[in-house]
């Protein structure tokens, strides 16, 4: 035995980005089945930044945002889950890392499965949301390099 015993696991996604779950769904999916542990799926909507910026949308935006959010990942579930693994969606709105890794504690998430992405050689190893997730969480967190574009 290896002495891991994974019971909550959280897959961050981004709807927009295919690259974000092609290689960790299956990974999250593998790891699930061989544990029976439960999987958590987040999206989450970026911040304005600065509250200058968000005076230049509508004062529902944040609301019609979380809605379409909702369904968008509500239809990602129906397509990709299958019924062997037990999953819950969340769609949270803030600055990404930090989205992450609040869900996961609330959660009490033992593993944080994520995807990084190539964009710029800034980001040689990972990307910079992954590389804040992998520093500053308390769960384990396995990220997968995104094979788009090679």
């Known amino acids: 035995m290896t002495g891991l015993d994974y019971k909550q696991v959280l897959l961050p996604i981004d709807l927009g980005h295919a690259s974000s ?3 960790p769904l299956p990974a999250a999916l593998d790891i699930c089945r061989t544990y029976g542990a439960h999987l958590n799926i987040l999206t989450v909507i970026p911040n304005m930044g600065m509250p200058v ?4 949308f509508p004062p529902d935006f944040e609301e019609k945002a979380r809605a ?10 129906k397509e990709r889950m299958p019924d062997d693994v037990e999953a819950d969606a969340y769609v ?3 600055t990404i890392y930090d989205e992450i890794l609040a869900v996961a504690d609330k959660l009490n998430c033992d593993l944080i499965i994520m995807g990084s992405h ?5 980001d040689y190893l990972i990307g910079p949301n992954a590389a804040r997730v992998v520093r500053h969480a308390k769960q384990d967190v396995m ?4 094979t788009a574009g090679e």
């Open 21 to 23: 779950w092609e290689r």
């Open 53 to 56: 910026v968000g005076s230049f």
């Open 68 to 77: 379409k959010a909702e369904e968008a990942l509500d239809k990602w579930l």
């Open 92 to 94: 949270a709105m803030g």
């Open 118 to 122: 190539r964009r710029a050689m800034r």
């Open 143 to 146: 990220v997968l390099r995104s």
